[in-house]
């Protein structure tokens, strides 16, 4: 049986994330996505599972917390050839997240937005 692979795609900035997203899909991966990533991703049909669904927890404070979560840290962070890591993994259900595509929202803009309000 072949492991289950996840990538997750969180970005501001989605210019040709649908190249990127075929790419990581034609390779095996199952794509993990936030809010409007997520809502992207699906108007190409891609096969794609928001966050929420995969921790079972809701995006709350204006988006501001959605992946601040233990089977996002823990896919992220575990270092899948030590035993004990996958051990404690295996016991509390999270899986390894092989790829992470993020990028950071343009603050500038942000802020001049906001500051003109």
């Given at each position: 049986m072949t492991k289950k692979r996840y990538a997750l795609l969180s970005v501001s900035d989605?210019?040709?994330l649908e190249k990127v997203a075929k790419t990581?899909?034609?390779r095996g991966f199952?794509?993990?996505s936030t809010g409007g990533t997520y809502d992207y991703l699906k108007?190409?049909?891609f096969p794609v599972t928001t966050i929420e669904s995969?921790?079972?927890f809701p995006e709350m404070m204006?988006?501001?917390v959605k992946t601040l979560h233990p089977k996002v840290?823990?896919?992220l962070l575990s270092k899948v050839e030590n035993d004990t890591?996958?051990?404690q993994m295996a016991e509390i259900g999270i899986n390894a997240i092989d790829v992470l595509i993020v990028n950071l929202y343009p603050f500038k803009e942000t802020l001049a937005r906001k500051m003109s309000h």
């Open positions: 989605k210019t040709n990581i899909v034609d199952t794509l993990l108007q190409f049909k995969y921790t079972g204006d988006g501001r840290h823990g896919g890591h996958l051990k």
